[in-house]
């Protein structure tokens, strides 16, 4: 389990107009992405059959780099902007929606792409959750 709700909490700023309970599950969710996606990157290229899956490891290193800019992102209220925070949120959105769609092509093949797949989905899912749930 992660500090995410701990450290947030503690914290003695606050995010104006942010559903905490969103913010926290949207930051646990980008870690997970984050290492997913970096661990099934690594597993298509250990696989020496899965040439054809250069697409798919590109997807998740784009995935994990763009997890973790958001989660860094929302993880400092002291400097929240808004209009950088809707940003953010909006490519990785877009970014986990590419990779969940690429991942579940060779999900049946590869564990590590289904894996992968689904914690796009749930980084996806909580990020449009918290993008809805700004104020």
């Known amino acids: ?3 995410v709700a ?3 909490n503690a914290h003695p700023g606050t995010l104006p107009g942010i559903d905490e309970d969103a913010l926290v599950i949207a930051v ?3 870690l997970n992405c984050a290492q997913s996606c970096t661990s099934c990157a690594d597993a298509c290229v250990a696989d020496p059959s899965a040439a054809h899956l ?3 490891t590109g997807a998740a290193l784009n995935c994990a780099d763009m997890a973790t800019v958001v989660m860094r992102v929302l993880s400092r209220p002291t400097a929240y902007d808004r209009a950088v ?3 953010v ?3 990785l959105i877009e970014t ?3 990779g969940y769609e690429e991942h579940r092509k060779h999900a049946m093949e590869n564990e590590a792409c289904g894996i992968c797949a689904e914690a ?3 980084c996806g899912q909580a990020c449009r959750h918290l993008l809805g749930s700004l104020g």
């Open 1 to 3: 389990m992660t500090d």
């Open 6 to 8: 701990t450290i947030l």
């Open 28 to 30: 646990q969710e980008c």
């Open 54 to 56: 250069g697409r798919s």
């Open 85 to 87: 925070t809707e940003a």
């Open 89 to 91: 949120l909006r490519a």
């Open 96 to 98: 986990c929606r590419e």
């Open 120 to 122: 796009c989905r749930k």
